[in-house]
Each structure stands twice: as C-alpha cells, then as structure tokens.
C-alpha cells in the first residue's frame, strides 16, 4: 500500500521560499508515475484547497489562482518524489500543507480534492509578517 509523507515546512518571513518534498513508499517508480499528484493546503478554520497538481508524467501542471506565480511542483518519478516550491510567501499562506495521489486522467477532477484518494499526514508552514 502506498504511502506519502511530506516534510521541509517550517516557520518562514513573508517574502522568504520554501520547498516542500513529499516522498512515496511502497510503490515501484514505474507505477508511481501512473499517477497525478497534487498538494494541497488546510488553513486554519477553512475547508482543504488545491494547490497544485502535477501529471504522472510530469509534463503537466496547473496552480491555484491563489498561489499562481508563486508556486512550483515538479516530480521526480525514479525518486518516488514530488515537490512544491513556495516564494514570495505572504501570512496568508500559512497551513498544513498535503501531498496526494489521484487515479484517472490528469485533466480530470484534478482540483477536487475529493478525487484524491491516497493522503500524508502534512507539513505545516507558518508565515510570519
């Protein structure tokens, strides 16, 4: 069974970067890349939103309005690993950050967190003013 468990948050200044891994167990590289991966984000008091997602192949991405030129997520399927980079982060963006796996197409329900089966445990990032 695969799992996911990401790491690299931490406690940054607005304005600062950040890059967040998120590593898959459990599965060979091969199947790992039959995959969408996708990160998303739980603020505090709000509902889990989409990030970003990338394709199995990693040839395709695709960012929230909310993060759009400030976020970055590549993979590296012979790593069973997926990565986020986060700059110029605002107060606003402090939450526990996720990493999840979803089957099917890549354009499909890719920013429905619902489609996305296979869960970490997050990582927080808290930004200060």
């Known amino acids: 069974q695969v799992q996911l468990a990401e790491s690299g948050g931490g406690m940054v200044q607005a304005g600062d970067s950040l890059r967040l891994s998120c590593a898959a167990s459990?599965?060979?590289?091969?199947?790992?890349?039959?995959?969408?991966m996708g990160w998303f984000r739980q603020r505090p008091g709000k509902e889990r939103e989409f990030v970003a997602a990338?394709?199995?192949?990693?040839?395709?991405?695709v960012n929230a309005d909310s993060v759009k030129d400030r976020a970055s997520i590549s993979r590296d399927n012979a790593k069973n690993m997926i990565y986020l980079e986060l700059s110029g982060l605002k107060p606003e963006d402090t939450a526990a950050y996720y990493c999840?796996?979803?089957?099917?197409?890549?354009?499909?329900?890719?920013?429905?967190?619902?489609?996305?089966?296979?869960w970490g445990q997050g990582t927080q990032v808290t930004v200060s003013s």
């Open positions: 999840a796996r979803k089957s099917g197409p890549f354009a499909e329900q890719t920013t429905d967190v619902t489609a996305y089966k296979t």
């Open positions: 990338v394709s199995g192949n990693g040839l395709r991405t």
């Open positions: 459990g599965v060979s590289f091969s199947y790992f890349g039959d995959y969408t």
